[in-house]
């Protein structure tokens, strides 16, 4: 399957554009979902450009999308490859206006992410990766420089990042088996990011997350030479069923 990521990076700053137009507007058009999680305008436009563009440019190959997510198991089940989108990670942080949401976009295969593309409108800064072919970030001058994950041990002074609106007792449950000096507090996939580019070590999330919200930078953090697990270590696959992750951990290091 060849896949031309610049293309994928363009798309993504294309529903970036959308986004910050309504990012920057008087009126955000907020409704809420059946999982009462929050709706905008921006989530609409930018999951309508990103379709639109890739079954336009990959006619062969599936679209699973947040906002476009009614298709039934007895078909999803057979795919082999299939793009995941989030075409606005962060929805409460972009109602807050703290400009830490992203547009996420990730190719699957046989249930695992192998590219994935993060673009954050507000700071113009993009993460992507492709498995086995390496990470990078891109800055607002495209300027690119490769990922990689942080080389300290378990056993070693460490920093973690955490959810803004999603932590809680089990996180710190998870932590005290570390030597934790700093925590970073981060919205959207911009934590798993953080651990791709070596800015933390880990990541860990108790509660239930869609398999959308992690796809794009679990393929980032594994191209960048990270790790990433459900939270009873086992492999966290994609296309379940039921798409969501029940816990997952983001880390440098193997977590056994």
């Known amino acids: ?18 986004i910050l137009d309504v990012y920057n507007s008087d009126d955000f058009n907020i409704e809420s979902k059946d999982d009462n999680s ?44 299939f793009w995941l989108v989030d075409p606005l990670d962060g929805t409460k942080e972009f109602i807050k206006r703290n400009g830490e949401f992203t547009v996420n ?10 590219l994935g593309v993060i673009f954050v409108p507000v700071t113009g800064e993009l993460y992507f990766g492709k498995v ?6 891109q800055n607002t001058d495209n300027v690119e420089t490769e990922l990689k994950v942080s080389s300290k041990s378990p056993q070693d002074e460490l920093i973690v990042v955490q959810s803004r609106s999603h932590s809680g007792e089990e996180e710190n449950e998870f932590y005290s088996n570390y030597k934790i000096v700093d925590r970073i507090s981060k919205g959207s996939s911009l934590k798993i990011c953080m651990v791709a580019e070596g800015k933390a ?27 990433f697990v459900n939270k009873n270590f086992t492999p966290l696959v994609y296309n379940k069923e039921v798409i969501k992750n029940f816990g997952f951990i983001a880390s440098s290091f193997p977590i056994k």
């Open 1 to 18: 399957m060849q896949i031309d990521i610049q293309k994928i990076i363009n798309i993504s700053k294309e529903a970036g554009k959308a």
């Open 38 to 81: 929050p709706l905008t305008l921006a989530d609409k436009k930018s999951h309508e450009i990103i379709s639109n563009f890739l079954k336009g440019e990959y006619p062969e190959i599936p679209v699973l999308s947040e906002e476009g997510k009614e298709i039934d198991f007895n078909e999803r089940k057979n795919w082999e490859y």
């Open 105 to 114: 976009i990730a190719l699957i295969k046989n249930h695992t992410p192998i």
């Open 201 to 227: 070590e880990i990541y860990f999330r108790s509660g239930p997350t869609w398999e959308w919200d992690t796809a794009a930078g679990h393929a980032i953090l594994n191209a960048a030479g990270g790790h």
């Open 132 to 137: 086995e072919e390496g990470a990078f970030k």
